[in-house]
T-cell receptor, first 111, second 114 residues
């Protein structure tokens, strides 16, 4: 089992560019999440999904959009990247009451 | 609303010392789940343990032990005879019964010196 796979692992963007981060899970989990991790701030929820075709805003959603067209995939989009979006992004998935399984992370730098 | 507080930002110990990482949580739900994760320098997040609100039994797994106390809303994590490989950031997390979302504390960075 691959678990949760994120692509890409690293990316450098120029301010104003757009990109999409892909998260794929093979555990048939209903719930999927996108977090960002910044020094001293822990993990902050950007958006989440409770099932195929559904998405909802988390704690820090501004500047990001998401889509969950298929149960196994959860995409995170940056329409116009800003330096404040430099961060490490983690995708996770879970069942309703179990622990979340995390991808390996994407390190994004916006210059 | 749910909240997790890890008051210790960084702990530094010498190998073989015991160390306890504190976690205090807040929730209005009577059913909830608590978790600990480890993030080693390589960056991945590794699940360590889950505890349900209706199970207050402490747990021991090798050098790791967890003390869950509902009376103080705490779920503390102790490493006995710490090793250099225990150096990592440790996160405590909470998911309330009525929420889809795990909320994480800000993490405690543990540095174990040889």
């Amino acid at each position: 089992n691959a678990g949760v796979t994120q692509t890409p692992k690293f990316r450098v963007l120029k301010t104003g560019q757009s990109m999409t981060l892909l998260c794929a899970q093979d555990m048939n989990h209903e719930y999927m999440y996108w977090y960002r991790q910044d020094p001293g701030m822990g993990l902050r929820l950007i958006h989440y999904s409770v099932g195929e075709g559904t998405t909802a805003k988390g704690e820090v959603p501004d500047g990001y959009n998401v889509s969950r067209l298929k149960k196994q995939n959860f995409l995170l989009g940056l329409e116009s990247a800003a330096p404040s979006q430099t961060s490490v992004y983690f995708c996770a998935s879970s069942y309703s009451s179990t622990e979340a399984f995390f991808g390996q992370g994407t390190r994004l730098t916006v210059v | 609303a749910q909240k997790v507080t890890q008051a210790q930002t960084e702990i530094s110990v010498v190998e073989k010392e015991d160390v306890t990482l504190d976690c205090v949580y807040e929730t209005r739900d009577t059913t909830y789940y608590l978790f600990w994760y480890k993030q080693p320098p390589s960056g991945e997040l590794v699940f360590l343990i889950r505890r349900n609100s209706f199970d207050e039994q402490n747990e021991i797994s090798g050098r790791y032990s967890w003390n869950f106390q509902k009376s103080t809303s705490s779920f503390n994590f102790t490493i006995t005879a710490s090793q250099v490989v225990d150096s990592a950031v440790y996160f405590c997390a909470l998911r309330s019964g009525g929420s889809y979302i795990p909320t994480f504390g800000r993490g405690t960075s543990l540095i174990v010196h040889p």
